[in-house]
C-alpha cells in the first residue's frame, strides 16, 4: 500500500478514483487470501477478516499528518501561509482573496447584498513569550 499511495496526501481525487482505488485494494486483500471471485464473499467480510484500514482511511490520516507538520512550521515559511489562506478560502466560499503586503484580505458577499472585509495578517504575530 506504502507504494500505491506514495504522496497521495497531496493528490485531488475524484469519487471515481477513490472507487477504483478501493477496488483495487480489496482485490489484492482477496489476492493474498486466497479468495475466488467465485466464492461469494462480501467485501466487509475480507476486510474485517484482513484488518487493514480502508484506502479512504489512510488518506485521511495521511492528510491530517501532512496538515499538522504544516501548521507546526514557522510563521515565515509560505506553506504556512498558503494553508492559513486555504482555511479562511474554504470559510468563506464565495470571497474574493487579495493578498497584500503583510496581510490577506477576503472580500465576501453576505447574504443581504452588503460587502464584508475579513483581514488577518499574512503571518500571525507571535505570542510575547516566544
Known sequence: MSVLLYAAETWTLLAADLRTLE?????????????????????????????????????????????????????????????RLYVLMSIYRSATCLIGTGSIVLVDQTTDGSTRFVTTPATSPRHPSQ
Open 23 to 83: 477496488a483495487f485494494h480489496t482485490r489484492c486483500q482477496r489476492q493474498i487470501l486466497g479468495i475466488r471471485w467465485t466464492d461469494h464473499i462480501c467485501n466487509a467480510t475480507v476486510s474485517s477478516h484482513t484488518g487493514l484500514a480502508s484506502v479512504g482511511e489512510q488518506l485521511a490520516s495521511r492528510r491530517i499528518a501532512v496538515f499538522g507538520h504544516t501548521a507546526r512550521l514557522g510563521e515565515e515559511v509560505p506553506a504556512l501561509q498558503l494553508t
